[in-house]
């Protein structure tokens, strides 16, 4: 809620404050022979700009406030974004000099190969310059057939890293321009942070977002923080948990570190290093038992009728406890699972067995029973390094939320994800919830602290290898057809990706242009640390980094700089000189290759969408230019594939007509509302906007770029930007122009 206590109230306070101390002789009065000079440092403006900070994926709102000439005078937090209610933490508070910064590249820079310094250029010769590598390198590491001799249509010379610091429009564009271009090495920072997280999310909840929103942390009755620290890494939201905390929460942290969150929390248990997983498998086992000691504690209906804990599986599985760690069906020489025997035996109906008092052996809470019974406190505390006494009262307070009129939160960040077992580790979390039937309430759920600003939306919009817009599967060398692909990615939403992305040259008749995508070999991995090392081994010749800064983001500093000085060519967007444009100038790093660094424009220097961890999509508003010659990466993306476009209708290449005859409408420098209004869909007819998932069509009379952000630009207009843009933010504040 607003606060009735104005700035400008607080100045008349102050004010009389300040003359009371002098009256009383406290402040000094003016010096013998200086005059006495009134000096306003207040900021003034004209107008207020909204936009998102671009920190960390809280979300924060934040007000721009510009003079009459237009100059960037202030920043605040936005008091009306439920997110930050108008706070801003220590990284929100120097947003402003994003814009005001004498570092901020204004100039095209490129370095030549082998050079010692940058040299200026212009947009026009860097464009030139990078469709002419881009497309040798395409061309040159094209695989048309695969070594199974099926049709893959892909580019193996060229990676793209990044998307998490761009808008959702931005991220829209660039999957759309890659996958075009048949690159399959395509990732963003979310594969180093919260891709497994996502992927256990969707695995267990069918939607690859957290459960709820940040604001719904403060009706939790206990909050279980699994390492994430939001007193320090999430400020805004941790104010949700104080929220929490002031109604009597308990604050549990568990964390190797003693950090700002620990220290706040009712209870701390220090645990080692990436061993979330087997602490939180020692709480479901203390939960199962619990469970069938006290099913009075827990919500019986909400575990036999919204979960699958009674459902009896196949009598052929087999799990870790019968297979030392391992399921049935795992193959050694592929490292992949056959799950056939891991499906639900089926009634007469076809409907699954139920057994709702849990005991049948075979029935998933059996069998999750079995499984995580070696997870005593003994092998929790030796495991994770905490006393077997701290454990116990972790177990106490969290599994106390199984009662059906309590919630408890699970909090989590980087030191859940960022291990080969996150995925897991994620999962196990969504386990232990369903168990205590901390699911679909409020103040119940997993809370995933996201990275960098965009890191959702980035994975939403298909800035990954393995996932196409809205979560489609990227299409795989066993994808021979269209109608192939549709049967497991669901037809209605390919059909209306494709006619998004190819128009009139997508039809029925074409399989919808499904042929123009890249497939990728099964059991292949093009992530971004894979790509990494594809560049160390000089297979990948060119490389961008859209925002992204592999020497600083990626696991291994010195692995990754040895790769970038393996490339060709490396094409860097950036608002300053990161350390992946400038690797060349390390000590001792000798590199031949080529590098363009494109001046790009802040998150309010232009205007797109954005989705915090909890997947709100909200719009920033331009609220001034970008200094110099630096452009949004909207205008870069759109100007790069009309020159690859053009220079392929005249020299052609293989598989040129996924870039020919790809539906490229926009202007070099498009609005990002008419992406945005792209990736919500319309129909093709009558160019109505979808107003629901309903609108989806398999016949291609609907073109839609993200199924999932359909309701987003509806025929009523942006509903990303209903903030309001008029009309006093603050009462009372000291605009210039009021
Ligand atoms: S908590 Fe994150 S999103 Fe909010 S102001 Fe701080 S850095 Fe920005």
Same mark, same amino acid.
């Given at each position: 809620m607003r606060s009735q206590f104005s700035r400008r109230d607080f100045l008349k306070i102050s004010g009389g404050t300040a003359g009371l101390f002098a009256t009383a002789g406290l402040f000094r009065g003016p010096i013998k022979g200086v005059e006495p000079k009134m000096v306003d440092t207040r900021p003034r403006w004209v107008k207020e700009t909204t936009t998102i900070c671009p920190f960390d994926a809280s979300g924060c709102g934040f007000i721009c406030y510009t003079d009459s000439a237009g100059n960037l005078t202030n920043m605040e937090g936005d008091p009306d974004n439920p997110v930050n209610r108008g706070s801003a933490c220590s990284k929100g508070a120097s947003l402003i000099q994003l814009h005001n910064n004498k570092h901020r590249l204004e100039k095209v820079l490129y370095r030549a190969a082998g050079a010692n310094d940058w040299e200026e250029k212009s947009w026009d010769w860097a464009f030139g310059e990078i469709a002419k590598k881009v497309k040798a390198s395409r061309d040159s590491g094209f695989v048309a057939k695969n070594a199974a001799g099926k049709t893959v249509n892909r580019t193996e010379a060229i990676a793209s890293l990044g998307g998490a610091t761009l808008d959702n429009e931005e991220c829209y564009l660039l999957s759309k321009m890659l996958r075009a271009l048949g690159i399959v090495y395509l990732d963003s920072q979310a594969r180093l942070s919260t891709a497994s997280s996502l992927e256990a999310l969707a695995a267990s909840f069918g939607r690859n977002a957290m459960t709820n929103s940040w604001t719904d942390v403060s009706n939790a009755n206990v909050i279980l923080d699994m390492g994430g620290n939001p007193a320090e890494n999430y400020p805004a939201c941790f104010s949700h948990l104080g929220e929490a905390m002031?109604? %009597?929460? &308990?604050?549990? =942290?568990?964390?190797?570190?003693?950090?700002?969150?620990? $220290?706040?929390?009712?209870? @701390?248990?220090?645990?080692?290093?990436? =061993? &979330?997983?087997? @602490?939180? %498998?020692?709480?479901?086992?203390?939960?199962?038992?619990?469970?069938? +000691?006290?099913?009075? !504690?827990?919500n019986m209906t909400y575990i036999t009728e919204y979960t699958t804990a009674s459902m009896v599986v196949n009598s052929n599985f087999k799990g870790p406890a019968d297979l030392d760690g391992m399921f049935v069906g795992y193959n050694t020489a592929s490292h992949s699972y056959d799950q056939s025997n891991w499906n639900f035996t089926k009634a007469s109906n076809g409907e699954p067995v139920i057994d709702k008092t849990l005991t049948n052996p075979n029935c998933v809470f059996q069998l999750l029973k079995k499984q995580y019974a070696r997870y005593t406190p003994e092998m929790v505390s030796a495991t994770c390094g905490c006393s077997q006494a701290d @454990?116990?009262?972790?177990?106490? @307070?969290?599994? +106390?939320? %199984?009662?059906?009129?309590? +919630? *408890?939160?699970?909090?989590? $960040?980087?030191? =859940?994800?960022?291990?080969?077992? *996150?995925?897991?580790?994620?999962?196990?979390?969504?386990?232990?919830?369903?168990?205590? $039937? !901390?699911?679909?309430?409020? %103040?119940?759920?997993?809370?995933?602290? *996201?990275? &960098?600003? !965009?890191?959702? *939306?980035? $994975?939403? !919009?298909?800035v990954s290898w393995n996932k196409l817009p809205g979560y489609l599967s990227a299409p795989n060398e066993d994808d021979t057809t269209f109608a192939a692909y549709a049967s497991k990615a669901g037809d209605q939403s390919a059909a209306s990706l494709l006619k998004a992305w190819y128009g009139s040259n997508a039809s029925s008749s074409n399989g919808f242009g499904f042929g123009f995508l890249p497939k990728t070999d099964n059991n292949t991995n093009y992530s971004y640390v894979n790509a990494i090392k594809q560049m160390a081994a000089g297979k990948i010749k060119g490389a961008f980094a859209w925002g992204a800064n592999p020497v600083v983001e990626s696991a291994a500093a010195g692995q990754a700089t040895q790769a970038l000085a393996k490339l060709d060519w490396l094409v860097v967007t950036d608002m300053f000189e990161s350390e992946t444009a400038a690797f060349w100038k390390k000590d001792g790093v000798t590199s031949q290759t080529e590098v363009f660094l494109l001046p790009t424009a802040c998150s309010y220097e232009k205007e797109g969408s954005v989705t915090n961890a909890d997947r709100w999509i909200q719009w920033r508003n331009k609220a001034v230019s970008a200094s110099g010659e630096a452009k949004s990466e909207l205008e870069v993306i759109s100007s790069l594939l009309s020159r690859l476009q053009t220079l392929y209708q005249g020299e052609s290449g293989l598989n040129a007509e996924a870039i020919t005859k790809l539906s490229w409408t926009y202007s070099t420098n498009p609005s990002a509302a008419d992406v945005a209004k792209e990736m919500n869909g319309y129909k093709i007819s009558s160019l109505q906007q979808l107003e629901s998932p309903e609108d989806l069509r398999a016949d291609g009379t609907v073109a839609c770029g993200n199924s999932l952000y359909i309701g987003s630009f509806t025929n009523a207009g942006n509903q990303m930007a209903r903030r309001e843009q008029t009309g006093a933010f603050h009462a009372g504040g000291l605009g210039a122009g009021r």
């Open positions: 002031g109604k %009597g929460a &308990e604050l549990i =942290s568990v964390d190797c570190r003693l950090t700002r969150t620990a $220290a706040k929390a009712g209870t @701390f248990v220090a645990a080692r290093s990436g =061993s &979330e997983i087997a @602490f939180i %498998g020692g709480l479901i086992k203390y939960v199962i038992s619990d469970i069938e +000691a006290h099913p009075a !504690n827990y @454990f116990a009262k972790v177990c106490a @307070f969290f599994a +106390a939320t %199984g009662k059906a009129d309590k +919630a *408890g939160a699970i909090v989590y $960040a980087m030191s =859940s994800t960022q291990h080969t077992s *996150g995925a897991q580790t994620v999962r196990a979390y969504a386990v232990l919830q369903m168990l205590l $039937a !901390n699911i679909g309430v409020s %103040g119940g759920g997993l809370f995933a602290l *996201g990275g &960098e600003s !965009n890191v959702q *939306g980035a $994975a939403d !919009n298909g």
